[in-house]
Nanobody, 126 residues
Framework: QVQLVESGGGLVQAGGSLRLSCAASGRTYSGYAMGWFRQAPGKEREFVAAISWSGDNTGYAGSVRGRFTISRDHAKNTVYLQMNSLKPEDTAGYYC???????????????????WGQGTQVTVSS
């Protein structure tokens, strides 16, 4: 199994930036794909970004494309989500997720991921 811990959330003004981190521990020697999802109050959890095991393939939701960047550092077993030009509608709890998958394919739906972190809150003020 892999355990995930997010960090880096906080309060930021519109137009600002934050970088979220997701540190993985446990069985990290096996290839695993990662994703970021978010959930606003009263809404369903939605896909934000995904990255393949190699890091060569990344994908984004249309609402964040061009503003957010997902990356990973294998040496640190950590995945990052750089969020720029933040908007009030980006306010949500952000969750990282993992599944054992060393392929090039991206996973963009919740039920494709087996492991989840506890989440970190991002609040963007207008």
């Amino acid at each position: 199994q892999v355990q995930l811990v997010e960090s880096g959330g906080g309060l930021v003004q519109a137009g600002g930036s934050l970088r979220l981190s997701c540190a993985a521990s446990g069985r990290t020697y096996s290839g695993y794909a990662m994703g970021w999802f978010r959930q606003a109050p009263g809404k369903e959890r939605e896909f934000v970004a995904a990255i393949s095991w190699s890091g060569d393939n990344t994908g984004y939701a249309g609402s964040v494309r061009g503003r957010f960047t997902i990356s990973r550092d294998h040496a640190k077993n950590t995945v990052y989500l750089q969020m720029n030009s933040l908007k009030p509608e980006d306010t949500a709890g952000y969750y990282c997720a993992a599944r054992y998958d060393s392929s090039w394919y991206l996973r963009v739906t919740l039920n494709e991921y087996a492991y989840w972190g506890q989440g970190t809150q991002v609040t963007v003020s207008s």
